[in-house]
């Protein structure tokens, strides 16, 4: 009986190859009383730190192939090492809305109307704002603010948010109208 045996598969990584999405791995079924340790690597490098069953991407690691190298030992056994194969290459992590943006202010000619930028998966680096009257784009209403004007009364006015983080596919979302 060897330490071979105490893997009965070969060691995969499993999970969505994207920027925030949570990857693990897998080895099979190890008899009771091995030790496993786990070392995350992009293009075959390690990562610092990436020492656990499950690593996240990074930013760092979009467009890039990860694979994770398991160790296992156990008294009287010799120890072994297996590598996964690399994954596809990491792709753009997806934001998702939590909470959409809403508009605070009062709707009073001269008055100012204020975006909140919602609640984000991820939060976002930065945000981008559009302001809408009656559907249309504002001309240079692209600030976070927007000064509520005679033009504006009786219209729908509502703000897009845009928002963008470093190695996630950027996201629009409308705040509800007023």
Same mark, same amino acid.
């Given at each position: 009986? &060897?330490?071979?045996?105490? =893997?009965?598969?070969?060691?995969?990584?499993?999970?969505?190859?994207?920027?925030?999405?949570?990857?693990?791995?897998?080895?099979?079924?190890?008899?009771?009383?091995?030790?496993?340790?786990?070392?995350?690597?992009?293009? #075959?490098?390690?990562?610092?730190?990436? &020492? +656990?069953?499950?690593? @996240?991407?990074?930013?760092?690691?979009?467009?890039?192939?990860?694979?994770?190298?398991?160790?296992?030992?156990?008294?009287? =056994?010799?120890?072994?090492?297996? &590598?996964?194969?690399?994954?596809?290459?990491? #792709?753009?992590?997806?934001?998702?809305?939590?909470?959409?943006?809403?508009?605070?202010?009062?709707?009073?000619?001269?008055?100012?109307?204020?975006?909140?930028?919602? &609640?984000?998966?991820?939060?976002?680096?930065?945000?981008?704002?559009?302001?809408? /009257?009656?559907?249309?784009?504002?001309?240079?209403?692209?600030?976070?603010?927007?000064? =509520?004007?005679? /033009?504006? +009364?009786?219209?729908?006015?509502?703000?897009?948010? @845009?928002?963008?983080?470093?190695?996630?596919?950027?996201?629009?979302?409308?705040? /509800?109208?007023?």
């Amino acid at each position: 009986y &060897t330490v071979l045996d105490l =893997f009965n598969h070969k060691v995969k990584v499993t999970g969505t190859t994207k920027v925030g999405s949570k990857l693990k791995a897998e080895t099979g079924k190890t008899p009771s009383g091995t030790k496993k340790s786990y070392r995350w690597m992009r293009d #075959g490098k390690s990562i610092k730190g990436a &020492t +656990h069953s499950t690593y @996240t991407p990074t930013a760092t690691d979009l467009n890039r192939r990860l694979s994770v190298k398991v160790s296992a030992s156990k008294s009287g =056994f010799v120890s072994l090492s297996k &590598t996964s194969s690399k994954t596809a290459k990491i #792709g753009k992590g997806s934001l998702k809305i939590k909470k959409y943006p809403a508009i605070s202010g009062s709707h009073k000619t001269g008055k100012t109307l204020n975006a909140k930028s919602g &609640t984000w998966s991820a939060k976002p680096d930065k945000y981008r704002y559009q302001w809408y /009257r009656n559907g249309a784009a504002i001309s240079k209403a692209s600030k976070s603010s927007y000064r =509520f004007s005679a /033009r504006d +009364h009786g219209k729908v006015i509502y703000v897009k948010v @845009t928002a963008h983080k470093k190695g996630y596919a950027s996201k629009s979302v409308n705040s /509800r109208v007023r």
